[in-house]
């Protein structure tokens, strides 16, 4: 049995995203039922609209930031219960039982996970549907428990560019007395510059915009570093422990491979296309590495709300109605948001 919800959604790669209805299925015994009060707007939602990476199925209902009020449960469910605050990010499924799911790796799924949208939907036999809709039926292992003190709207791009983040620099273990430098001041840069801050690391902002100097300070970076100054980088030269590449699209990374110290990481996390080319001598001398980072596994999405709790930690957002989102998504593209889009609701159910 399936119900009938409201979403919005796109019906073609070049086609607006508008109003459609979609089918949700019943509870089954281990999932939890959902109503979305928020749902943020990640750059990825605009990649899989507009087809950009050639796998997009439609209808297509993006959204994979996630916040709301449990409404039901299955008689299996254990962890969650009707009124709770919880959330939702990018996968909504895994195999469970390979190698990767054991060590709560599900983004890496040997048998692949099933992303919150455009992946195959194994009850439905169709598409998964996103966050971008009135309501989700997701099982319990998959749901993530929202800590209470901090503002539910600035959470829900947690889901996605918070914990996109948090897992590298936890996975290489910043700590104080590092130097940190996050690359590219946008929705994930600037949670990199909050974590990496909080973590007690020297947080170092590095773009190539000067304009961003102040904004990177208001948000807990020591210092700025232009990355088109080249007397600026020399000044930096081997010197970094770490660096978060948060930069979305093709770009050169040899400069920035010049600032890591010995046996350093840069880790990317933000484009997913061919870069320009790199050249093997930056990382063969000083034995650096270059290496990527997927979202987070479930257990470790949890560690980083309850981190955000304890420090209360959010998303600096700016909240829109359903009704606004084609004209977020051509902002979002011209780099005009600080720093992350919310859609309240409230405007669909209306």
Not at 35 to 60: E, Q, T
Not at 228 to 241: C, L, N, Q, V, Y
Request: charged residues 25%; negative net charge; contains cysteine.
């Amino acid at each position: 049995m399936t119900k009938t919800i409201k979403a919005f959604g796109t019906e073609a790669a070049d086609a607006k995203l508008e109003q459609l209805d979609i089918e949700r299925r019943d509870l089954k015994e281990n999932d939890v039922q959902i109503d979305i009060l928020y749902c943020g707007v990640c750059h990825s939602d605009i990649h899989a609209a507009r087809n950009d990476w050639g796998n997009a199925k439609y209808p297509l209902v993006p959204g994979h930031e996630i916040v709301g009020k449990v409404t039901a449960v299955g008689d299996g469910v254990s962890k969650f219960s009707k009124g709770d605050l919880v959330g939702v990010g990018c996968m909504v499924d895994s195999c469970q039982t390979c190698s990767a799911c054991d060590e709560d790796l599900e983004q890496f799924c040997e048998k692949g996970m099933t992303a919150t949208y455009n992946s195959k939907d194994k009850d439905l036999g169709k598409t998964t549907y996103g966050g971008y809709s009135t309501e989700i039926v997701v099982t319990e292992n998959f749901v993530l428990r929202i800590p209470e003190n901090l503002e539910t709207k600035a959470v829900a791009p947690l889901l996605c560019a918070g914990i996109t983040t948090f897992s590298p620099l936890n996975h290489w273990n910043v700590k104080k007395g590092d130097k940190v430098g996050v690359i590219g001041l946008g929705g994930l840069g600037h949670m990199g510059i909050k974590f990496a801050h909080v973590m007690g690391a020297e947080t170092v902002m590095i773009t190539t915009s000067p304009g961003k100097a102040e904004d990177a300070k208001r948000l807990g970076a020591d210092s700025v570093l232009i990355s088109k100054d080249e007397d600026a980088m020399k000044e930096h030269t081997g010197s970094f422990d770490f660096l978060l590449n948060t930069v979305p699209v093709k770009h050169d990374i040899n400069p920035y491979l010049q600032l890591l110290k010995r046996d350093a990481t840069m880790c990317m996390v933000g484009a997913i296309e061919p870069l320009e080319p790199m050249n093997g001598g930056n990382i063969i001398m000083g034995r650096k590495r270059v290496a990527g980072s997927l979202i987070g596994g479930i257990k470790e999405t949890q560690e980083m709300l309850h981190f955000c709790g304890e420090n209360n930690i959010t998303c600096d957002v700016e909240m829109i109605k359903m009704q606004e989102i084609n004209d977020a998504f051509d902002r979002v593209t011209d780099n005009d948001v600080k720093y992350r889009f919310v859609i309240d609701m409230e405007s669909l159910k209306n």
